[in-house]
């Protein structure tokens, strides 16, 4: 999945992974695709209160569940948790990004955000799905 390009089906296999965690009863604050411009690839970034209560251990567990089930559902789903990034829900750049971008707490969108700054954070390129 470290690639420069996210491609529609990306996109599709993003939201339907926060619809599942969102089925799973795992709290997602926030969900995006962010394109790290230091190591040149995308990485799913998720906050949520699950981390910020329990630790990464536990988040990384839960979601890994939810992966292994997708992948046997569909043997065609390329995201890996080694694409997913866990943040707490007061990181930074979700503090930044909700101060311009509200989605509600259970919606799953789709808003590319490309070549921004917001209070001097530069976002070369993101997709997202959610900022509660």
């Not at 630790?55 to 939810?66: E, F, L, M, Q, T």
């Not at 990181?91 to 311009?100: A, G, K, P, Y």
């Amino acid at each position: 999945m470290d690639k420069r390009t996210l491609v529609e089906k990306d996109f599709r296999e993003g939201a339907l992974l926060v619809k599942e965690l969102d089925n799973a009863n795992f709290p997602v604050h926030a969900a995006l695709w962010l394109y790290d411009l230091d190591r040149e690839c995308w990485r799913l970034i998720i906050a949520s209160k699950s981390y910020d209560h329990t630790g990464p251990a536990k988040a990384y567990r839960s979601i890994n569940d939810v992966l292994m089930e997708l992948r046997q559902n569909n043997q065609d789903y390329n995201i890996d948790l080694s694409n997913i990034v866990f943040v707490r829900t007061n990181d930074r750049l979700i503090e930044i990004l909700s101060t311009t971008i509200h989605t509600g707490p259970d919606k799953v969108a789709g808003i590319r955000f490309s070549r921004n700054a917001i209070e001097n954070y530069y976002i070369e390129d993101a997709y997202i799905y959610r900022i509660a």
